[in-house]
């Protein structure tokens, strides 16, 4: 990995000539620049050269960018996130805020206005120094929806796999039932009480099937905590 004080800028984009574009701009503004086409692809390469940002469409042949950026932030990086998305409904905005995106920009767009975002969320991002995941870490496939522990992996249906990941990405904070439920359910109108542990209970079973050894807790009155 590169470090010559530069930022790193990791751009994940299956449009090829959009992705080239992008990497020759952000590299021509004095980034350093990774590119990939997939989801899978963005996971692996943040977690051997972790960036200070990235781009990340929010459709991909191989997992939806939301499930990206959880899986992201579920193995520790802090970089700032910039959705790009063709949508225009305000909850698929919305829903990127809850699975911890930080700026978005809508296609088409003016490329000076990315360089703008990108710079805006490397500022507001707190510097954490990177570490490697261990093979005994926890660590979630977007791509797969599923989680591994050790030489052990588990296959989630992707509302397990959001909520797993919003979990695995705050431990060992509390996190709240409303950001649970903003971050399994991206969009819904309504998640009842039941309906969530239901997904606390299937969430313990999941992780006891790969032998984790910490807990789920209940936090009586204010959410859950993955110890």
């Not at 490329?111 to 261990?134: D, M, N, Q």
């Not at 797993?164 to 950001?179: G, H, K, M, Q």
Request: aromatic share 6%; proline share 5%.
């Amino acid at each position: 990995m590169e470090d010559d004080g530069r930022h790193r800028v990791l751009v994940v984009e299956d449009d090829g000539l959009l992705r080239t574009t992008l990497e020759r701009g952000l590299r021509r503004a004095g980034y350093v620049v990774d590119s990939v086409s997939t989801g899978g692809a963005a996971v692996n390469t943040a977690r051997t050269s972790p960036p200070d940002a990235v781009v990340l469409d929010i459709g991909l042949p191989d997992a939806d960018g939301r499930d990206v950026c959880q899986a992201l932030r579920a193995q520790g990086s802090t970089a700032g996130v910039v959705f790009l998305t063709a949508r225009h409904h305000t909850d698929d905005v919305l829903s990127g805020f809850a699975v911890g995106g930080d700026d978005y920009i809508r296609k088409p767009f003016e490329f000076a206005e990315l360089l703008a975002r990108v710079a805006g969320v490397i500022r507001r991002r707190p510097f954490t120094a990177a570490t490697p995941a261990s093979e005994k870490s926890l660590q979630v496939d977007p791509a797969n929806h599923s989680i591994r522990y050790g030489e052990k992996t588990v296959s989630l249906t992707p509302t397990e796999f959001r909520f797993l990941s919003c979990l695995i990405a705050r431990r060992p904070e509390v996190v709240r039932r409303n950001e649970l439920i903003a971050a399994g359910w991206p969009g819904a109108a309504h998640v009842g009480d039941n309906t969530l542990d239901q997904y606390v209970t299937r969430a313990r079973r999941k992780l006891a099937q790969v032998d984790f050894p910490q807990t789920l807790e209940n936090v009586r009155g204010v959410g859950y905590r993955l110890q």
